[in-house]
């Protein structure tokens, strides 16, 4: 339904707009030479202009950058600011920590640990938790410990899912069914198929055929999909993956640094999962880095019993840093204050009227779309029906209708994920801020096919 060629003069005009309203961004870019790609982080470079837009200030629900444009935030961090930017009682428990107390490296314990841990249990059903700085490392060490507690080698995951930059994640489904490496793998140390199993999501046939060779630790999974695009489970899927990793001796391990948007003890949760372990990060420290991995009672038994691993010291992933008084402190103040019960019955509120408003104008216009929402989190697709699977998302991606919406919306006060259209809320985005992204989205739209 959509004229290219209108599309493509839609995306100059709005080029053109971008760049001549952000100078100062612009001027930062091109004079960034000593950072690769020109960003600190190569991601940086996911963007529908020419360059990316300076941060200059950010609270709550906005964000200023550098040429002194105001914008509302439906991006808040991919995740990272879901308690939105700066939240106060955040901030001023690091101020205390960092400034008042002191210690944020002195390698010792802090009470604070314990709450956090006690409140992730509460919410989780998780009883024992560690701490690390990002929710790969989580990752990373929870491969580890599940290898060494089943003696199995592999670990199977979805086909497109994100668990950051784990190595072994980096496998999708090839044409036959079996794994491959990711398109664009970056320097990986085996071949991925030597340290990983995949299926597709909400494909239990796939996901036997892959537990029956009898080698596989864990299966480490987003209770839904995130990365590629939301995608949720179907009736049952879940509940299936749970009897069929027990069948065949496999751990279970819920990813829910994504997915915490749900709710405030995520998916696992919400829908009554049972992992053996959960990994999180990003939104628990309200901006500062932390991250946690947390383990069953029985499980973490299973661990403690195992005398000849080496736990405390070669063992220890994570790092120096991992558990520090800071993050440990600005998780507690998160947790406590911030992303609590009430302010995620509002947020997906919030989202739940984001979703109508997107679904009105995909009604209105006869559009073959679709909108997905969990949560606090929403995210608009190029296909109807939504895809089921990570491969079916992956060829649903459109970056030419990303790029024009991205853009449209960037150029009018609106930001959203980079990676794809995704809107999340956090406790300061308010109903007038879901209102101006309703209509700029009805204008994007109807500019788009020209009625």
């Not at 998780?126 to 990002?134: A, E, I, P, Q, V």
């Not at 009672?297 to 220890?316: I, Y």
């Not at 009105?360 to 697709?381: C, D, K, N, T």
């Amino acid at each position: 339904m959509i004229d290219r060629s209108r599309l493509r003069a839609l995306m100059e005009r709005e080029q053109a707009e971008f760049t001549a309203r952000n100078p100062a961004s612009r001027r930062a870019f091109e004079q960034a030479e000593h950072l690769f790609g020109r960003v600190p982080m190569t991601w940086m470079n996911k963007r529908a202009g020419d360059f990316p837009l300076y941060l200059a200030t950010a609270h709550g629900a906005r964000v200023t950058d550098i040429d002194g444009h105001d914008y509302v935030d439906l991006a808040l961090g991919d995740t990272a600011a879901m308690a939105g930017h700066s939240p106060r009682a955040t901030v001023d428990a690091v101020s205390r920590r960092f400034r008042d107390l002191g210690g944020a490296s002195a390698m010792m314990p802090t009470e604070d640990a314990e709450w956090v841990g006690a409140e992730l249990s509460r919410r989780f059903g998780l009883t024992k938790w560690s701490y690390s700085l990002t929710a790969t490392d989580a990752n990373r060490w929870a491969i580890r410990i599940v290898r060494a507690i089943t003696g199995r080698p592999k670990i199977l995951f979805n086909s497109y899912c994100y668990h950051g930059s784990v190595d072994e994640a980096l496998i999708v489904t090839g044409p036959d069914g079996e794994g491959v490496s990711r398109e664009g793998n970056v320097g990986a140390p085996v071949d991925v198929t030597m340290t990983s199993r995949v299926a597709e999501y909400n494909d239990l046939e796939g996901l036997e055929r892959q537990l029956a060779h009898g080698d596989v630790a864990a299966v480490l999974m987003e209770p839904a999909l995130t990365n590629i695009g939301i995608v949720l489970p179907q009736p049952g899927y879940l509940e299936q993956v749970r009897e069929l990793t027990r069948a065949y001796g496999t751990l279970l391990i819920n990813d829910e640094t994504h997915t915490f948007s749900a709710g405030p003890g995520g998916c696992t949760a919400l829908w009554g999962l049972e992992p053996d372990m959960l990994t999180i990060g990003k939104a628990i420290g309200g901006g500062v880095p932390a991250g946690a991995y947390g383990m069953s009672a029985d499980f973490a038994e299973r661990v403690l019993a195992r005398t000849d691993l080496d736990l405390v010291d070669m063992g220890g992933v994570g790092g120096t840093l991992a558990g520090n008084a800071l993050s440990v402190a600005a998780m507690r103040a998160t947790l406590e204050h911030v992303l609590t019960d009430t302010a995620f019955a509002g947020m997906t509120a919030l989202s739940e009227r984001f979703t109508a408003d997107v679904n009105a104008v995909i009604s209105e216009f006869g559009l073959p779309w679709s909108i997905q929402q969990f949560g606090a989190r929403a995210e608009y697709r190029f296909a109807s029906p939504a895809p089921v699977n990570g491969t079916e998302s992956r060829a649903a991606l459109d970056l030419e209708l990303d790029d024009y919406l991205h853009l449209y919306l960037a150029n009018r006060g609106i930001l959203l994920t980079p990676f794809h259209n995704m809107a999340l809320m956090c406790p300061e985005t308010t109903i007038d801020d879901v209102a101006l992204h309703g209509r700029l989205f009805r204008d994007a739209v109807k500019e788009l096919v020209g009625r």
